[in-house]
Structure formats: C-alpha cells, structure tokens
C-alpha cells in the first residue's frame, strides 16, 4: 500500500511540474515581444553608444514589452511608444527603426543626438518629436510616407537644404515645427495639401519666396519670422490669431505682423468711454493720413522729370545690365554670400530664376531672343524660384583667357568646360553647350528651360549652379569648381604624391553620390533621371565630399546616345529614350566598383575577359577569396572585411542585367546606411593631407 501512494505522489506532482511548466511557458510567450522591435531596438541602443541611463536596454535580445524597458510602453507583444527625451542621449538612432511598425509616439527630443535623420523611421508614427538635438542634413522624404503623422517636431537642430515637395499624402498633420534650423529655399507646393495643419513654426531659418501657398490652410498659430520671405502677406493670414511675421523682406505695404492672442471682435471690458475714445483716434489718423498724401503730391510734381518711380527704374535696371565682373564686388570669402544672398548691384545683373517649365504665351516660337529678352524670359516665370546669375560673354572670355586650351578642364559629349579665373581669387567652371544640341529656332527657349530646371536642384551632393549666360549665339553654364577634382582622377590618376582614398571615405563618396541619386529620383517633383552617372561626373570638395555633376541635363542627353561612355550603360540602354531610374541605378553600381576595385569600366589594356569591369567584376562578388584579390590595391589591405563584403553585395544588386530586378536608390541608400552602422565606420574622419590641390584636366560636366 504504502510502494502504490508514492507512485500516485510521484504521478501527481509529475503533472503539477509539467502543468507549471507549460503556464511558464505561456506566460513567457504572451509576454515575449515581437522579434523585429527587439532587433530594432537592440540596433538603436548600440547606436546610442550603449547608454548605462537606459535601464533594462540590451544590445542584444532581451523583452521590451516584459521587463519594462525604460521609455518603452507597449500593447500586448508590439513596442507602441518610445519615449526617451532629456536624458543627453549620444550617437545616432540607428538604421532599422523602419521595423517599429506598431509605434505611434517616437519621442528623442532634448538630447545629443548628431548626423543624419535616418530615412527609416517608424511608418505608422502620429507623434514625431526629434527637436533640440543636433540633427544635419535634410529633412528625410521618408516622411512623406507618413499618412498617420499628426504632430511632426523637428526644430532646434542643424538641418540645411531645400524642403522637398513631400508633404502631399500628410492630410491628418496637424502641428508641424521646423524652426531654427538652416532650411532654405521656397516653401513647397505640398504645404497647399496640408488640410488639418493648424499649428505651423517656420521661424529662424533661411526661406524664401512667398508664403501664398499656406493661404487656404486652417492655421490658427503661424510663425514665421527671421527668414527671407518676400512679396506680401496674404489677407487670409493676416487674420490668423497668433501670428508673427517679422524679420522678413516684405513688400511696401505689408508690414511684419505681430498678434498673440487677440480679441479681434472686441470681448471684454472698455466700456463706451474705450469705443469713443478708438474713434477719435481713428479720425486723426485719417486726417493725418490725408494731409501726408498732400503733401507726397505736391513733392512727386515739384521735381523736375520725375516719370518713373523708384519701381520702375528697378525694374529697368534689372531688366537692362548684362554685365557682370565678380572682380569688381570685391570679396572673396564663402560662395553661398557671393551666389546666393548677392543682391543687384551697378556691375552684375542677378536675377531670379523660376521653376515653371510652361511657355509664356507672348513669346512666339519663332521670335530670336536678345539678351534683355533672355533674361526676362527666366524672370517672368511664376513657381518656386532661386538666385542666379546671368554672366556676360565679355566676362567669361576675360576669366577664360578667351576660352584659351590651357584652360580647358575636359570635354564630355554636351561640350567643353573651362576653369574662369577671376582678380579676386575666385574660379568657376564654365561649360559651352555645343549648339548642336539645340534645334531649330527654339534655342534660347530650351536654354532657358534647362537653367530653370537645374536652378531648381538644391542638394548638398549636387554640384550647383552659379550663373548661366546666352549671348551671341553662345550658351553656357556656371558651376563650382572643385580643386580636388573629379573621383575619376582620384582613383585612375593619381600619382605617387596623392594620397589615395581610404576606405571610409569611399564608403562616405558611395553614401553621398547614392542621396544625390534619391534626390533625384524621390525628391524632386517631377522625378529627374539624371542618364550621364560616371566618375568623371561626381567631383570632391575639400573634405572629399561627392558633388554629382550634370543634374538637369537629361533634355540633352535625348539628342545622343554617347553621355556615358563604354563600361557605365545598363545593357538596356541602347537608345537615349531607354535611360530610367534603373538605369541610373546600374550606372551607380559601375561607380561602386570603381571604388572597389580601382579599376576603369573599360580598360582596353587589360587582358582579354577583364577588359569590361562588370562582366569581370560580377561573378566574383559573392567569393569572399576572390573579391580579397580585386580590391584596390592602393588601400594596402587596410578596410573591415566584412564591409566589404557587404559593399560587394549592394554592387551585385545594382549591376544585374535585368531592370525589373534591381533595387530603388532609396532602399539602395537604406543599404548603405546599414553597412556604416554594422561595420561602425567613422564617416568623418580626419582627412589630414587627403585632398589635393591641383588642376585636373578630367571635367566632365
């Protein structure tokens, strides 16, 4: 009796140990949150350099939901908020947030974070809250993919750069602050669509144009002052309760508007003795009024030959130099000044040139345009507009020792550019579009297009244009020059006295050129294929940041078939009308394996089957062996093998003899965003003694 209780004990409590487990196991289950938010999160606390403050955080597995993370709050298994503001955070946000697909507040205000707002971030975010950090770069268009967003705050941080034209499917946005930054540029036409934004903070930054595209908006708090709008503010926005307008360069008669709270209809105490009191006033001032504009009226017909007003003379002024001597404004110092905030003085014509591709009506096709007309033609455009300048031939024969060949910095299939020297100490690049291009009688006309259109971009990987000129038959563009030359003389002409490009900075011109490209494609309204991606288009500033060149000039590139060159057109395209953003997309592939390899795309000079670097290239990307034997030999061995590895993927990708089957550039960027934070690259290194000073004769704008 006593043998048969112990086995019925050891049965019952076997059951109870097994039930237990099972609850445990249930319990740990129900609790355990979802695989892809602890991957991300694991992410970004490692690139928050691991912060001993984040309690219960782990580089590393771990239970978010579970254990209570600090700043976590979460729905059944899926991460909802994350709230981590004020507590001096370092580093960056990491690269896979985009996985957070349940949360809905993502709040890092008030910390230390730095670089680059990552393209990805969480889709499904109502609340967006990255203020007072020490973010760079532009706004991500990722955003734009935010149809949720509800509360966007982005200000107190260092971005730059135009606004793109993203906010068009935003339509339950309500607050929106991108103040004290460095933004610039026209507020974009999207703004228009932003049906539910009440609460709009532009304040401290660096727009222009107008602000007529937020008229029909329901603001009931504006702030924009301390920029650069112009024109006149809108009676519609004049209405709006709190408002402030100062600090801009308003029209006459449209005042900087301050108002805070106003009682517009009159609530409130005063009594009859306050309204009598408002209509005497309103008398004198009407009387005092009528008695200035006696005597404006007798002043304006006291002087001699006073037709024209001041309006009127501007405008002829305006409309009427041609010349221009960057000698004679006598500086020197940081370009934006010089090109960007210059105002019209006696020796330069400057100008604004507008976006709008349309024809004007009063300008028959036929009619040859004189360089008064020209101009007026840029300027009478009605969209988004910049400063350029319009050079006169005089000047550019003169800073070019009259187009001399010892200036000649390189030709490409669109014409020759030129290094313009100037008494200051300034040089530019000047590029003669050969008049074969045009047709017809529509030259001046297509010009004018295609300056607007490259007027537009605004990139800070895009080379930008300084000025244009269309005189005498001659059509030119302006552009920065790059002492450092172009990638293509980095990797394939350098000598012995050159430092050759390290590994993080090749990582760093990849990264760079593949935005250019995403700005491109996905930023700009109407997307731009840019059909000439080479490394003799991509140029290196000072610090051996990629500058791509050409951007606009597809229109050209529909009248031939040579803008790239052997090794860089995707076999698809065998004809101009072929090119698209795959396209482009293959081509920057073939840029990459430059980077990797050292290689030319076509190197006649090699054996017979290496002659072509892709197909030489491409079957080898994916043996770790022998990619270690096709790296460049000038990096002596010094870069992570694991990143290059995975470099050597993004390329293979990219090169695929298919189209259909290569990726976007933006999941391209993603790729590369995530090859820097997995192999830890330090994007800003020092560059002591890498950038070279010299004149390289491989422009090809």
Not at 314 to 335: A, I, M, W
Not at 565 to 585: L, Q, R
Request: aromatic share 8%; hydrophobic share 35%; proline share 4%.
């Amino acid at each position: 009796m006593y043998a048969t209780m112990n086995d019925s004990n050891i049965q019952f409590l076997g059951f109870w140990i097994v039930f237990s487990g099972v609850l445990l196991l249930t319990s740990q289950v129900l609790s355990k949150t979802d695989s892809p938010d602890v991957s991300a999160l694991n992410v970004m606390y490692t690139s928050l350099n691991s912060p001993s403050k984040l309690s219960g955080w782990k580089s590393s597995g771990g239970d978010p939901c579970g254990d209570s993370w600090q700043g976590i709050k979460c729905t059944d298994s899926s991460v909802t908020k994350i709230d981590l503001s004020g507590l001096g955070l370092t580093g960056s946000m990491g690269y896979q947030l985009s996985s957070l697909t349940s949360v809905t507040h993502f709040d890092l205000s008030k910390n230390n974070i730095k670089g680059d707002i990552p393209y990805q971030l969480p889709p499904n975010v109502q609340h967006l809250d990255l203020s007072k950090n020490g973010f760079t770069n532009n706004v991500p268009y990722s955003i734009s993919q935010m149809s949720d967003l509800e509360y966007l705050n982005l200000g107190n941080n260092q971005l730059n750069g135009q606004l793109s034209d993203m906010f068009g499917q935003l339509p339950k946005l309500k607050e929106m602050d991108l103040s004290s930054n460095s933004i610039t540029g026209n507020l974009p036409q999207s703004f228009a669509k932003l049906s539910s934004l009440t609460t709009l903070h532009l304040q401290n930054n660096k727009f222009t144009g107008t602000i007529d595209v937020l008229t029909n908006l329901p603001l009931e708090d504006l702030n924009i002052e301390n920029n650069g709008f112009s024109g006149s503010i809108p009676d519609k926005i004049k209405d709006i309760d709190n408002l402030e307008t100062g600090g801009n360069s308003w029209s006459s008669g449209s005042s900087s508007i301050s108002k805070k709270n106003n009682d517009k209809k009159g609530k409130g105490g005063g009594g009859g003795g306050g309204n009598s009191l408002a209509i005497g006033l309103t008398i004198a001032g009407v009387a005092l009024g009528v008695l200035l504009v006696l005597i404006i009226i007798i002043s304006v017909f006291s002087r001699k030959k006073s037709v024209n007003s001041s309006h009127f003379l501007d405008e002829e002024r305006l409309s009427h130099r041609k010349s221009f001597s960057l000698g004679s404004r006598g500086q020197s110092g940081d370009s934006r000044r010089d090109f960007r905030d210059y105002k019209s003085v006696d020796s330069s014509a400057s100008i604004d040139i507008n976006i709008a591709l349309q024809k004007s009506p009063s300008v028959s096709l036929k009619q040859s345009f004189s360089d008064n007309e020209f101009a007026n033609r840029l300027h009478s455009r009605r969209s988004t507009s910049f400063r350029a300048i319009s050079y006169a031939l005089s000047d550019l024969q003169s800073a070019t020792a009259n187009f001399a060949a010892g200036r000649l910095l390189g030709e490409g299939s669109l014409g020759r550019v030129y290094r313009a020297k100037y008494p200051d100490g300034k040089v530019l690049a000047v590029k003669k579009i050969d008049s074969s291009h045009f047709q017809g009688d529509r030259r001046e006309e297509f010009f004018s297009e295609i300056v607007a259109s490259i007027c537009k971009l605004r990139h800070q990987n895009i080379a930008e244009l300084v000025g244009y000129c269309s005189e005498q038959g001659h059509n030119m563009l302006v552009f920065e020059y790059f002492r450092n030359g172009s990638l293509h003389g980095f990797l394939h002409m350098s000598d012995d006295y050159s430092k050759p490009l390290t590994w993080n900075t090749r990582v760093r011109i990849a990264l760079g050129l593949a935005r250019a490209i995403e700005y491109l494609h996905e930023g700009c309204s109407p997307s731009l294929v840019h059909k000439g991606i080479k490394s003799s288009n991509i140029f290196l500033d000072t610090e051996l940041n990629p500058r791509l060149g050409d951007c606009g000039l597809a229109k050209f590139h529909q009248r031939t078939s040579q803008n790239l060159g052997v090794g860089y057109n995707a076999p698809e395209c065998t004809k101009p009308s072929a090119y698209s953003m795959k396209s482009d997309v293959y081509s920057f592939g073939v840029v990459m394996l430059e980077l990797l390899t050292g290689r030319m795309p076509f190197d006649s000079s090699k054996a017979k089957g290496e002659e072509c670097l892709v197909r030489w290239a491409t079957p080898q990307l994916h043996d770790f062996d022998a990619l270690a034997n096709m790296v460049d030999p000038a990096l002596r061995g010094l870069y992570p093998p694991k990143s290059l590895s995975r470099f050597a993927d993004i390329i293979a990708l990219c090169v695929q003899p298919e189209p259909e089957f290569r990726p976007p550039i933006s999941e391209v960027v993603q790729a590369l965003v995530r090859l820097v934070q997995r192999s830890s690259l330090k994007l800003k290194e020092d560059l002591g003694g890498a950038s070279r000073r010299m004149d390289f004769n491989d422009y090809d704008y």
